[in-house]
């Protein structure tokens, strides 16, 4: 099973651009297309706006839900309209406010979320929570992680995504750590391709993700490269994919970051595999 990630676009000419890539990328028949939503809700509309494009086309989509800061009224007003329009996949997550927000909101954690929504809608959306491999940088331990992530399962999950990562075992110690804690839903690895060394880093550092000193290294060395970067991550990224469906993955969901030529290099490697 492969999925896609997108972001709403934020101008006419993202949108015709992602339009574009997404039509390549369907040739690949992916299960579903999620869509992220901004913090605190800032891209509700575009999050809704991409979701029925996707549909639209024919394909599956499941918008990401964040709760943190939100109010029980909203949530149950947005999956009423997401049932409306039958929309019956979501991405559930806690989130993170703008900055200079309080905490806020009648939720405080991703397991209110997903229980919340069972609560209003019984069966009528499968359900993916975030996982961290590598623990959830506000996570107080390894052990504590994971009892978040127990919860938000038996609160009515039916599998979880990952954080992207770039230790296999990482993956491994952590699905077999949730399977003897009972949790025998699909965990799925995020995989993020690696196409620029500054922007890969960036976002590791603002998410937690960690990428190993010898990668920061390798993609250090080749400075403004951007052939020689975009052919070591290919490299490296195949590699950490094939190793995980053979370690027994359920499937792969790439971050495409809007971007159709990764994540179609990233398939051709695999041999889509993975479809």
Known sequence: MISFEFFPPKTAEGAVKLAAARQRLYAHRPAFCSVTYGAGGSTQDGTLQTVRAIRAEGMTAAPHLSCVGAGRASIAALLRQ?????????????????????????????ADLVAFIREQTGDAFHIEVAAYPEVHPQARSPQDDLTHFAQKMRAGANSAITQYFFNADAYFRFRDDA????????????????????????????CGAEVPRWIRLRLQSFGDDRAAITAFGREVVAALCRRLLDGGAPGLHIYTLNQADPALALLEDLGARSA
């Open 179 to 206: 399977y003897a804690a009972g949790i025998e839903a699909p965990i799925v690895p995020g995989i993020m391709p690696i196409t620029s060394a500054s922007q890969l880093l960036r976002f590791s550092d603002m």
């Open 82 to 110: 997401y049932l409306d329009e039958g929309i019956d996949r979501i991405v559930a997550l806690r989130g993170d406010l703008p900055s200079g927000y309080g905490l806020g909101g009648e939720f405080h954690h991703a």
